[in-house]
């Protein structure tokens, strides 16, 4: 008989937790029932939770690809008229993925258990996010989950299809910079030392060594005595930034400065207005207010700058006011995208035109990131050819000063 892990509330309102002993997930529940206990969580300790000593959880992150195909397997399934409870215990079994295979028969089980589906799945934040939440709420109550459904996958799939690009764009000019540095060390590190007694046995003889030459021995020098200490520096450096940076202040100063880059910058700002606008649209679309769908589309723009102006514009809706003007005082949205907003409020046409928004923006940045790439390839093959020229020449100088004081 497998031990159910759950958590509870006591008939006095404190919190309760532990593990149980029953047959299914719908026996743990009424045997706690029982024992007056409202219950809060409910999981088989056996379900893909790895725990280390010390209550540390590592969950495995779900794909959003299969995600999206299991929302869309939902949708089809209830509009072939399969039950939802039928539906979600099919999704639930033929699911390849075991973890979300789990969070599917859970919520089953909450659906059978009186819950609402939206409901069910706010239980799973780590899984759905609030924008899955509140188009199945929207759909629910609108008499139109299977659309909200598809249209939900639709919108997780060009987010990845989009964040794939920018992966790929990227991973060649990654590879050259880690290909780059580890050959600079290998060359600085191995091979340099191996000329350091010809070198001293110059320096002996009254020949000077040139500047290069020198430099390139501090560094070496530097990197064989304390290559660890400064490896384990710039790990703990890494670690206090990274920090630094989840703070409020260290995000906003994060994003001020990636808004700014040369090069990077535009496709930073760009890609954060296609994230709201896109998820605003699909949330108007799907009948969620107006301010609740600034709220979470605000969240997912991915830039505190932005996030903040968008809050501002849903205190000026609080006060009866338009969409547009305190955007456009932010002065962070496109005058071109302010235009299509302003006229789109005027029309009552705000959800079709932001995702229009959004499709363009994503074709645009799509043609910025190809133009960064075929920037930043030469410019990572110069740089590791500077240093490895700067190697050679360090190493080479003397010998060719040698020569020439021999003739």
Known sequence: MPDFLYRAKTASGKNTQGTISAASHREALALLTQQALFPLEVRDQSVSRFKIPFSIEFKRRIKAEVIADALTQ???????GVPMLESLRILADQTVDKRLSAVMGEIRDAVENGASLDDAIAEHSDVFSPLTVNMVRAGMEGAFLEEALERIAAFMRKQNELRGKVTSAMTYPAMLMIVGCLVAIFLIVVIVPMFETFFNRLERSGAGLPLVTIILLAISEVLTRFGLIILVGIAASVLAIRQWLSSETGSYVLDTVKLRLPIAGPIFHESAISRFCRVLGTLLRNGVPILRSLEISSASAGNKLL???????????????????????????????MAMIKVAEESNTLDEVLVKISDRMDKKIERRLDMMVRLIEPIMLLTIGAVVMFVIAGVLLPVVDLNSAIE
């Open 74 to 80: 939902l949708a089809d399934l209830l509009a072939n």
């Open 307 to 337: 996030e903040k102006a968008i809050q501002d514009s849903a205190e000026n809706i609080s006060a009866g006011n338009l969409l547009s003007q305190p955007l456009a005082d932010s002065e962070l949205v496109p005058d071109q995208v």
